[in-house]
């Protein structure tokens, strides 16, 4: 079973609903989700993304650059939420969301990558550890990097929170 990271951008008023109701907040993410799978929007317009296994690598990466939000795991918790796959559901505010977008801006693919070896990754234990044991590059991480950052511009442009799993 992998674990792929899985974004959802809602409205204020949803993220309000959500907290108080997590149930709800599943439902219309897993509804978003199925919608979008028949038309594959681009990230710009989609309202649900999946950042496949590279969550962890995409973390390590930014973290060495001291980002400013936890765009991987979020910042806060839903407060009573069920499990959404491996663990409950976390948010960034619309702010957060404001300042990953901001932050995300000025950090290109390359240098997100850039002085890192698949050998780093491993070293680090970061998910999935058995591709950077074999060595493979991080074509696969800049690839979900560059699909990340209009989905987050989209949501801060459009002052959307943003839900987060490990799905």
């Given at each position: 079973?992998?674990m ?11 993220l ?10 599943l ?23 999946d ?31 069920d ?9 960034l ?6 300042s ?12 997100l ?7 780093d ?12 044991e ?34």
């Amino acid at each position: 079973m992998s674990m792929i990271g899985e974004y959802a951008r809602v409205t204020p008023a949803e993220l309000d609903r959500a907290l108080g109701d997590p149930e709800w907040a599943l439902k219309l993410v897993c509804g978003r989700m199925e919608a979008e799978a028949a038309t594959a929007p681009e990230p710009a317009a989609a309202r649900c993304l999946d950042v496949d296994k590279v969550w962890d690598a995409l973390g390590f990466l930014l973290r060495r650059r001291d980002f400013p939000v936890d765009i991987v795991h979020g910042e806060q918790a839903v407060p009573d939420a069920d499990d959404w796959g491996y663990g409950p559901p976390r948010y960034l505010t619309p702010e957060q969301v404001r300042s990953a977008a901001e932050a995300l801006a000025g950090i290109s693919a390359e240098s997100l990558t850039a002085g890192v070896a698949p050998a780093d990754l491993a070293a680090a234990r970061v998910y999935p550890l058995v591709i950077w044991e074999r060595g493979e590059p991080l074509d696969y991480v800049r690839e979900y990097y560059e699909l990340l950052r209009p989905f987050l511009r989209a949501a801060a442009d459009e002052g959307d929170a943003v839900l987060l799993w490990l799905g």
